[in-house]
């Protein structure tokens, strides 16, 4: 399974979603090539958990919105809500481990 690209984000594709993950990157990243393989895997795990894509070439005032400080980057949030960044993608097990406790939080 692919992670979807999105090409522009509005507030309302984040909110309509009750947990997401957004993945912002830039082609020429070979880090991020990497980071996407994990999420890959993850997306297999847990088929139902949106996991979305973003190039950050395309979207620059995001960097600045969300304090973006490198990519990869992975972003969680949670009815809306950026929950976290996570911007060392350290092992799936690490990813997945996060995943797994946005869904299991109520907030």
Avoid at 10 to 37: N, Q, S, V, W, Y
Avoid at 76 to 89: E, P, R, S, T
Wanted: aromatic fraction near 12%; glycine fraction near 2%.
């Amino acid at each position: 399974m692919v992670v979807e690209e999105w090409q522009e984000i509005r507030t309302g594709d984040i909110m309509k979603h009750k947990e997401l993950a957004l993945f912002l990157f830039t082609p020429i990243c070979g880090t991020c090539k990497l980071a996407e393989k994990m999420l890959t895997v993850i997306q297999e795990l847990l088929p139902d958990f949106p996991i979305k894509k973003v190039n950050l070439n395309y979207t620059p005032e995001l960097a600045s919105e969300w304090e973006i400080q490198s990519v990869p980057c992975l972003l969680l949030f949670k009815h809306g809500v950026l929950i976290k960044k996570i911007f060392a993608f350290q092992s799936v097990d690490y990813l997945y481990k996060e995943i797994k406790y946005l869904c299991s939080t109520e907030e």
